[in-house]
């Protein structure tokens, strides 16, 4: 198998962050495919092989970038698309004679019968989102156990870190940045799992490496749990300042969702923030017992760090 790897969506949050590990820590040869190559260059090592391809709509071009390709990771994640993004994936693929890493969520379970969840958790999602990811992972294990591809399937938790936009977990930040109030949705004492963003992506380089570890799914939670309260203490403590707390019911969603296909795709995943949503990672630890995940505390002052430098740009950007 060669020894390349190849990152689909490397300009995205996670895709930068696994081509940042297997440079920098792994020291492997990696090729990052994005649709825009001028913002992957921005956002990763320099010297990095970048290959330029859109993942939903050219297939031989897809082919190229994974030419020659051990393992391919797809952190492609584009709404509405993951079908069209899965069938093409699995056929460059194939033709490469890669291994797969398909980061997934715990969406395919739907609200949790049992907390925290293991991977044999019951899947019965109740959001289009979650049938969706239960679709594409059950067709990815199909591959597998027909020979085709080995895949593997990393199931993440909410995260942060750098590069990470055009979320509530964002909004947290650039939020607790302009010291306005943020807001958490659901309610704030029920405890979610957060990864920070490095370690979602080391976990995921981990898993590819490892023989044995694939025709599975794989839950990496991250270091414990925190209400979202204490999530958005933590980010405001990270940039110095007193904490300014809100929050947006499920009631609200679930209403204007009555007008907005948006708004009603993130009423149907409320549930998570409305009741507890852990995932159990003693399978992961006793795998790996030598992975530490980064404490809560010092992703947040990290993260925090990236944020305001970003926001510090495009503030001077504003008045150019």
Request: charged share 20%; hydrophobic share 45%; glycine share 8%.
């Amino acid at each position: 198998m060669s020894e390349r790897h190849v990152v689909l969506g490397a300009s995205g949050a996670l895709g930068c962050a696994v081509v940042h590990h297997l440079v920098e820590a792994e020291g492997l040869p990696v090729r990052a495919v994005a649709r825009d190559a001028n913002k992957a260059a921005e956002m990763l090592p320099e010297g990095v092989e970048i290959a330029t391809c859109d993942v939903v709509t050219d297939r031989e071009g897809l082919s190229a970038a994974c030419r020659g390709a051990g393992v391919i990771y797809n952190c492609v994640y584009v709404t509405g698309q993951l079908r069209e993004v899965t069938n093409n994936v699995l056929a460059a693929a194939k033709q490469a004679g890669a291994r797969l890493v398909q980061p997934s969520n715990g969406l395919v379970y739907g609200p949790l019968r049992q907390v925290p969840a293991t991977e044999d958790h019951p899947q019965a999602p109740t959001s289009r989102r979650g049938m969706l990811r239960k679709e594409i992972e059950m067709t990815l294990l199909w591959a597998h156990e027909r020979g085709e591809v080995p895949v593997v399937l990393p199931r993440l938790p909410t995260f942060y870190g750098a590069h990470v936009l055009g979320t509530f977990i964002s909004a947290i930040f650039e939020a607790a940045y302009k010291d306005k109030r943020a807001f958490w949705l659901g309610r704030l004492d029920v405890p979610h799992d957060f990864i920070y963003l490095p370690d979602a992506a080391a976990a995921c380089v981990l898993l590819a490496l490892n023989d044995k570890a694939y025709g599975q799914a794989w839950h990496v939670p991250g270091p414990g749990p925190l209400t979202g309260q204490e999530f958005i203490q933590r980010v405001f403590a990270a940039f110095g300042k007193p904490p300014k707390v809100g929050v947006r019911p499920g009631g609200l969603f679930r209403l204007f969702g009555l007008f907005s296909s948006q708004v009603a795709e993130i009423s149907e995943v409320m549930y998570q923030f409305e009741r507890p949503f852990i995932l159990d990672g003693a399978k992961f630890a006793a795998a790996y017992p030598d992975f530490t995940y980064t404490p809560h505390d010092v992703g947040i002052e990290d993260t925090a760090r990236w944020y305001a430098s970003y926001l510090d740009e495009l503030a001077k950007d504003d008045l150019r």
